[in-house]
């Protein structure tokens, strides 16, 4: 038996052994919509408008709603088109509407809710396989309580993403290639960010080829009979990996007249590219002209500092090259992109991998000392989720 089959075999109850990470999840995610409620009603504002019918929600359910072409041209020449927005949470959205009550907001709201539960679960999976149930448990706690987790019960595809990429990191992680493949797929099609899914996928194919070519045995070592099976297999999730994102790409290269490169043309009418983060240094270089936004541009420095940080401490770790590739490249796309620099924080939130290393350093912790500090963090995020949603908001 291998490694593999010892750590999936044998363990029934996947759901069971979840459930406490999806009661304390649930209970941080109600905690923050209860501050959200109270904050919005004393400045006379709604909150379930602000989760639903603004930014980025509007555009998903104007695109269930009339479909794509819809544009936006504003006074310097800029052309927002509802072709930047891929099309899994809008189609989520109108199979709501067409087969129950809801409106399409309506509907976007509950696939959110039920896709951060899914993420939640999708995140326990990877994390508990790779460490175990208690890290698990905490990693799902530490992504509930991050600063910008409200964004996880909005009527926006972060959460639709990070649970199709969890599950598929998992798939790849417990040999389920086909399964990874069409994740992955799925992802390529809520997310520009899908890339990094594929890319996951695939690089976790390479490794998984060279070990079995060097005598490892395919996927950690099947019988021989079973490995031009598994390579099929392994192979197959690899050619259906890419083909959300690409197919969605090539479409809208089709539509605008514009081939391939399209779909950054379209970017670019909402001033989105990526420049290797240069406009993002420029961004923070310009807060120390100043105070107290010098405040600010520290709190930058020190934010992505924090990130890199935990990244090498993932590969000091030896975290699965699937989880590395996934997490790299999320990075690498949010930080290094040219858009708005508020929208950051929310686009990181699919990078959950960054988070094993504190999951791994809370679940050592007394529990005397935990559960106060999460305690205290889960209030300190749905205090700022409430602040933000009523002030400037995620883009």
């Known amino acids: 038996m291998t490694d593999l089959e010892t750590r999936t075999s044998g363990r029934p109850g996947a759901l069971r052994r979840a459930a406490p990470a999806l009661l304390g999840y649930a209970a941080v995610r109600a905690l923050g919509l209860l501050a ?7 400045r006379d504002k709604s909150a379930y ?7 980025d929600s509007l555009w998903y359910t104007r695109v269930a709603d009339l479909g794509y072409g819809y544009e936006v041209r504003l006074p310097g020449g ?15 959205e109108r199979l709501g509407a067409a087969v129950t009550p809801l409106s399409y907001a309506d509907a976007g709201f509950v696939v959110s809710l039920l896709a951060s539960l899914a993420a939640a679960w999708g995140i326990f999976a990877v994390a508990e396989h790779v460490y ?29 993403f990070t649970a ?25 099609l809520t997310r520009p960010v899908g890339l990094a899914v594929t890319a996951a996928v695939w690089a976790a194919a390479v490794v998984a080829f060279t070990r079995s070519q060097s005598g490892g045995g395919a996927d950690g070592g099947h019988r021989p009979a079973l490995v031009p099976r598994v390579g099929a297999r392994r192979l197959l999730g690899m050619l259906l990996a890419p083909l959300g994102a690409a197919g969605y790409v090539l479409w809208v290269g089709h539509r605008t007249g514009k081939g391939p490169l399209g779909y950054l043309d379209v970017q670019a009418g909402w001033r989105n590219g990526f420049d290797g983060g240069a406009a993002f240094a ?13 405040l600010a541009g520290v709190g930058l420095v020190v934010g992505v500092a924090l990130l890199l940080w ?11 090259p699937a989880l590395l590739v996934y997490t790299g490249i999320v990075m690498a796309l949010a930080l290094c992109a040219s858009s708005y620099f508020g929208s950051k924080p929310r686009l990181l939130l699919p990078a959950f991998p960054l988070l ?22 889960a209030v300190a995020s749905a205090v700022y989720g409430a602040f933000w949603l009523n002030g400037s908001g995620p883009p």
């Open 36 to 42: 959200l409620a109270l904050w919005s009603a004393a």
């Open 49 to 55: 408008t602000l989760l639903t019918a603004r930014w």
């Open 78 to 92: 800029d052309v927002h088109s509802n072709l930047a927005f891929f099309p899994l949470l809008p189609w989520l």
């Open 132 to 160: 175990g149930a208690r890290v698990g448990g905490c990693a799902v706690l530490l992504w509930a309580v991050l600063p910008v987790g409200v964004v996880q019960s909005m009527a926006y595809s972060e959460s639709l």
């Open 164 to 188: 199709l990429a969890a599950w598929s990191l998992y798939a790849v992680l417990t040999g389920r290639w086909v399964t990874a493949g069409t994740l992955a797929a799925l992802a390529g």
């Open 282 to 294: 420029r961004f923070v270089a310009e807060k120390f002209t100043s105070f107290p936004a010098a």
């Open 310 to 320: 935990l990244y090498v401490v993932g590969v000091r770790q030896r975290q699965p």
């Open 356 to 377: 094993l290393p504190l999951a791994r350093a809370l679940a050592r912790a007394r529990a005397s000392r935990a559960v106060p500090v999460v305690c205290g963090v």
